[in-house]
């Protein structure tokens, strides 16, 4: 039974917008105003969109050429060698996922977790936990269907989406202030029990690691590319359109909020987005935009589970993983076995720290695939010139050597353990691919046929 092709360019904008809008900007805006001490924390999400613009640019070329299920993975093994080097790097994508996607899954449900706790203050802090956990069991049952219903779902969801952003910035605008675009020129503030930047470097790389959270998920209609009407024009499209649409929603949500709130109180507060709203239109307001940041965060989760069960399932059908994770649903063609296991490892990773979920996330996907990502796509250009390109990346090479640049700077943050957690899972990914290669006698312990 094969994967079937019924989403279109919009349905497709839509899963990939969830997916980027998820918990994120919600609860990481007072972190990255903290790192840079105020107003200036617009530059970092200003570089994080240069960032995610350079990389998607990368990412929508490799997918017009390689269309195919698993995105990063298909990209990573062709560009590398399928008999050699391919198989070490892809296989060490597949390792990374392991970890990342469930982080990933559990940061949108932890998030979720601490929304909630403002619209039902009753409720205990013990239990922000289990309610996180209790949300990836939901959304893993909520995918065990068709894609074409899921995507018609998607667009529900996504509506969902803008109308949050929507109504937080129509509420702001009003009360913009266009100094706060002059981000060079805010002062360097410290708020009480919160310790100022440390140097400008210090403050910029933990911030753009924040700021690159929030980003994340402009690829992810590629891991559904053999479910897309037309893949070849149809993703390069959505990534470009989701990544330009964000990032002003994004830049417009961070500039009405400093505009309005006392940046001390901005950045001490755990619900920043909520006392925006609350300040402007008071708490029932307030309460009725946080039951939209909670839809917000269902939303990414849903749309996460979905992308990374499909990288699962193509790597499995290709021989390169567990063979149980190819296991088709007999009359629905949803990958369920992926869906299962991706969804309780999430639930389990929902009772960690919020923060260190997020730090994990980016330290552990900064070199495989996103760097490894861009070199692949310069080595295609040298070693597969014939491959069709119906869509390339414009202003070429510019945009492969910008995002090189900028994943180097968020993987050589100055950020304590981050540069330590990305290379233990790289290292162990590697030892793990040693020891299945030795056991299946493959490369490089043979000669690949």
Not at 138 to 147: D, E, K, P, Q, S
Not at 404 to 422: C, N, Q, Y
């Amino acid at each position: 039974m094969a994967l079937k092709r019924e989403i279109g360019l919009w349905q497709g904008t839509a899963l990939n917008i969830i997916d980027m809008v998820g918990i994120g900007p919600f609860v990481t805006l007072p972190l990255i105003l903290a790192a840079m001490g105020g107003g200036r924390a617009i530059g970092a999400w200003i570089l994080g969109a240069v960032l995610a613009i350079a990389d998607g640019l990368v990412t929508a070329e490799l997918s017009a050429e390689l269309p195919r299920a698993g995105g990063s993975y298909a990209f990573l093994r062709e560009a590398y060698g399928p008999a050699r080097w391919g198989r070490l790097v892809s296989f060490l994508f597949l390792f990374q996922i392991i970890f990342s996607a469930p982080l990933s899954m559990a940061s949108g449900a932890i998030g979720f977790s601490r929304y909630l706790h403002f619209v039902f203050p009753e409720i205990p802090d013990r239990w922000e936990a289990p309610v996180a956990s209790l949300l990836c069991v939901a959304v893993t049952l909520l995918l065990m269907r068709r894609i074409g219903a899921i995507g018609k779902f998607s667009v529900v969801l996504w509506i969902g989406v803008l109308a949050t952003l929507g109504i937080v910035i129509g509420l702001g605008l009003p009360h913009l202030k266009l100094a706060a675009f002059r981000f060079w020129e805010a002062p360097v503030i410290s708020a009480p029990g919160i310790a100022p930047p440390a140097g400008v470097l210090g403050g910029l790389g933990l911030a753009l690691i924040l700021s690159v959270y929030d980003y994340l998920g402009y690829y992810n209609v590629c891991y559904l590319a053999e479910e897309i009407v037309e893949p070849t024009k149809t993703i390069p499209r959505v990534i470009v359109i989701s990544i330009l649409s964000v990032a002003v929603l994004y830049i417009l949500m961070n500039a009405c909020i400093v505009s309005v709130l006392p940046m001390a109180q901005a950045m001490g507060s755990k619900s920043t987005v909520a006392d925006f709203v609350e300040v402007l239109a008071g708490r029932p307001v307030a309460r009725l935009v946080t039951g939209l940041i909670l839809w917000t965060a269902f939303a990414s989760v849903f749309s996460l589970t979905l992308g990374y069960s499909r990288i699962l399932f193509a790597a499995a059908r290709d021989g390169n993983f567990f063979p149980a994770f190819a296991r088709l649903h007999p009359t629905e063609g949803y990958p369920v076995v992926a869906l299962l296991a991706l969804g309780g490892a999430a639930s389990v990773f929902s009772f960690l720290d919020l923060k260190a979920v997020v730090s994990a996330i980016v330290s552990i996907r900064a070199v495989i695939p996103f760097i490894a990502q861009v070199a692949a796509a310069l080595v295609l250009r040298k070693t597969r010139p014939d491959l069709a390109r119906p869509f390339r990346m414009w202003l070429y090479p510019l945009p492969a050597f910008v995002a090189l640049l900028l994943w180097g700077f968020v993987f050589l943050s100055p950020e304590k353990g981050f540069k330590a957690t990305g290379l233990a899972v790289l290292g162990a990914g590697v030892v793990a691919y040693l020891v299945m290669a030795r056991r299946k006698a493959e490369w490089p312990f043979t000669a690949p046929a």
